[in-house]
């Protein structure tokens, strides 16, 4: 046996020949495959076509980093301290799975420095050793966008109003949005004195489990979920109140946006998120459907600091990050946005060998039409109910007496809405099919009223 304790020894690849192991996923992880599928894919389109509209590309970096990268987000954060997938490859360079976004996209303009304003959206999978629940992964997924190289607030009004019209597209009404305004780092300093005294003067109230928190994170006592801090967090000072004229400001402006486009909001003074690199404004949008725990599907803010931190030239961002699996629960929890899994238009069945069906599949799938079959010279029986299965709206039939013939079987199966077909079934020509297949949807479509 090899293996050291700190090289541990790899599992020898397959085993016992005879009872090979069986693997599922790690905790926290899942498969994502079809009918469920088709909601990712178009989610994302939904999301593409809302970036696109307001002049945001796509960004992709790296799955992992430099471990230097999301320190930036804060070594006091649960992500940073606690969560973080590290380690270090065969060349000893300290490696960490991404996160979140955000440090990336800064790392990415600090390293191209584009021109500005820089407007990305990006997508994929993220890492954070969390303890797995409904909406919490270590696996999971985010959509995101962010805008560097301004600090106009109409461009913080926009990023917002980016996920309002994603939320709108997709069907989804119930999830208000809280900001606030962390101002900037003269202000947090202020404001972290005064809160620090106030929440010692409490530290009698404040839940036990939480108390070690006020000499070190007295800003992560304002999210606290137990009961006994948030009563001491709801009459703490408020962060407002400390903000510079011009930060304060830029809230308003912020505001006054939001106001200007409908877009309804609430200020929640206790809305301080659990990254350390805002500054100014701070948002979140929260599902009314979802247990509190995990109600947050999207958050975001501006980052004045973070492209400097990395190295850069100073440069203001904002932007957010939606969880797509919170997402997708808040949207089953309120009945939208179901979408139905693809189906095939034409099955061919093909009782004579199967050439007839490899070619034809193929044929019309060169012509845009959603067609499919079944493999392993399958009895007629089978291959009809495969068929039936199949939600196709014509089966196309080749048996020995089509192929020697030439032609081809057309048998409407049901009209597009899913009702019974009222059209009888045509031997055609196998030159005549695809006008013979036109006209048919047609006669389906027309059955059906659309
Ligand atoms: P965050 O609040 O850490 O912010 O994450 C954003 C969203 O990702 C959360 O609201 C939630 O929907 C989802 N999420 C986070 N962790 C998990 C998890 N373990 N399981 C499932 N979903 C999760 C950020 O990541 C910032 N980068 C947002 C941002 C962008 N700020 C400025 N620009």
């Given at each position: 046996?090899?293996?050291?304790?700190?090289?541990?020894a790899?599992?020898?690849d397959?085993?016992?020949?005879?009872?090979?192991?069986?693997?599922?996923?790690?905790?926290?992880?899942?498969?994502?495959?079809?009918?469920?599928?088709?909601?990712?894919?178009?989610?994302?389109?939904?999301?593409?076509?809302?970036?696109?509209?307001?002049?945001?590309?796509?960004?992709?970096?790296?799955i992992?980093?430099?471990?230097g990268v999301?320190?930036?987000?804060g070594?006091?954060?649960?992500?940073?301290g606690?969560?973080m997938y590290?380690?270090f490859?065969?060349?000893?360079?300290?490696?960490?799975?991404?996160?979140?976004c955000?440090a990336?996209?800064?790392?990415?303009?600090?390293q191209h420095?584009?021109?500005?304003?820089w407007?990305?959206?990006?997508?994929?999978?993220f890492?954070?050793?969390?303890?797995p629940?409904?909406?919490?992964?270590?696996?999971?997924?985010?959509?995101?966008a962010?805008?560097?190289?301004?600090d106009?607030?109409?461009?913080?009004?926009?990023?917002?109003?980016?996920a309002?019209e994603?939320?709108?597209?997709?069907?989804?009404?119930?999830?208000?949005?809280?900001?606030?305004?962390?101002?900037d780092?003269?202000?947090?300093?202020?404001?972290?004195e005064?809160?620090?005294?106030?929440?010692?003067?409490?530290?009698?109230?404040?839940?036990?489990?939480d108390?070690?928190?006020?000499?070190?994170?007295?800003?992560?006592?304002?999210?606290?979920?137990?009961?006994?801090?948030?009563?001491?967090?709801?009459?703490?000072?408020?962060?407002i109140?400390?903000?510079?004229?011009a930060?304060?400001?830029?809230f308003?402006?912020?505001?006054?946006?939001?106001?200007?486009?409908?877009?309804e909001?609430?200020?929640?003074?206790k809305?301080v998120?659990?990254?350390?690199?805002?500054?100014?404004?701070?948002?979140?949008f929260?599902?009314?459907?979802?247990?509190?725990?995990?109600?947050t599907i999207?958050?975001?803010?501006?980052?004045?600091?973070?492209?400097?931190?990395?190295?850069?030239?100073?440069?203001p961002?904002?932007?957010?990050?939606?969880?797509i699996?919170?997402?997708?629960?808040?949207?089953?929890?309120?009945?939208?946005?179901?979408?139905p899994?693809?189906?095939?238009?034409?099955?061919?069945?093909?009782?004579?060998?199967?050439?007839?069906a490899?070619?034809?599949?193929?044929?019309?799938?060169?012509?845009?039409?959603?067609?499919?079959?079944?493999?392993?010279d399958?009895?007629?029986?089978?291959?009809?109910?495969?068929?039936d299965r199949?939600?196709?709206?014509?089966?196309?039939?080749?048996?020995?007496?089509?192929?020697?013939?030439?032609?081809?079987?057309?048998?409407?199966l049901?009209?597009?809405?899913?009702?019974?077909?009222?059209i009888?079934?045509?031997?055609?020509?196998r030159?005549?099919?695809?006008?013979?297949?036109?006209?048919?949807?047609d006669?389906?479509?027309?059955?059906?009223g659309?």
């Amino acid at each position: 046996m090899s293996g050291t304790p700190s090289t541990p020894a790899r599992p020898a690849d397959g085993g016992d020949a005879a009872a090979p192991k069986s693997f599922r996923t790690p905790i926290g992880t899942h498969d994502l495959a079809p009918p469920e599928s088709s909601r990712w894919v178009a989610l994302l389109g939904a999301f593409i076509a809302a970036a696109d509209r307001a002049g945001f590309g796509y960004l992709q970096t790296p799955i992992f980093e430099d471990i230097g990268v999301f320190a930036r987000i804060g070594e006091g954060t649960d992500v940073v301290g606690k969560e973080m997938y590290e380690f270090f490859d065969r060349s000893d360079r300290h490696l960490a799975l991404r996160p979140e976004c955000t440090a990336s996209v800064c790392r990415a303009f600090a390293q191209h420095r584009p021109t500005t304003p820089w407007k990305v959206w990006y997508q994929g999978p993220f890492f954070r050793y969390e303890a797995p629940q409904a909406g919490r992964y270590r696996q999971f997924h985010q959509i995101g966008a962010e805008t560097l190289g301004t600090d106009d607030p109409d461009a913080d009004v926009e990023i917002i109003a980016l996920a309002t019209e994603f939320f709108r597209a997709i069907g989804l009404q119930r999830v208000p949005l809280l900001v606030n305004s962390m101002g900037d780092a003269d202000t947090r300093a202020a404001y972290g004195e005064a809160l620090s005294t106030y929440l010692q003067r409490r530290i009698g109230d404040v839940d036990p489990q939480d108390q070690d928190k006020i000499e070190h994170h007295p800003l992560r006592i304002l999210d606290s979920k137990r009961a006994a801090t948030a009563a001491v967090a709801a009459e703490a000072p408020r962060i407002i109140d400390h903000l510079s004229a011009a930060t304060a400001a830029h809230f308003e402006r912020v505001r006054e946006g939001l106001d200007a486009l409908g877009i309804e909001h609430d200020v929640e003074h206790k809305l301080v998120r659990g990254l350390d690199y805002y500054t100014r404004t701070t948002f979140e949008f929260r599902a009314a459907s979802l247990d509190a725990a995990q109600d947050t599907i999207c958050g975001g803010g501006r980052y004045n600091g973070l492209v400097e931190a990395l190295g850069g030239p100073p440069t203001p961002g904002i932007g957010f990050a939606l969880g797509i699996e919170r997402l997708l629960l808040a949207c089953d929890a309120e009945g939208v946005f179901d979408v139905p899994a693809q189906r095939a238009e034409v099955w061919v069945i093909d009782t004579a060998g199967g050439a007839a069906a490899r070619d034809l599949t193929h044929e019309l799938r060169s012509v845009g039409i959603r067609a499919d079959r079944a493999f392993d010279d399958r009895s007629m029986r089978a291959q009809m109910r495969a068929a039936d299965r199949s939600g196709a709206e014509i089966a196309l039939i080749v048996g020995s007496d089509e192929v020697d013939a030439g032609t081809v079987t057309v048998r409407p199966l049901r009209r597009p809405d899913g009702g019974e077909a009222d059209i009888a079934q045509q031997t055609v020509p196998r030159a005549e099919l695809l006008g013979a297949l036109r006209r048919i949807f047609d006669e389906l479509n027309a059955e059906g009223g659309t």
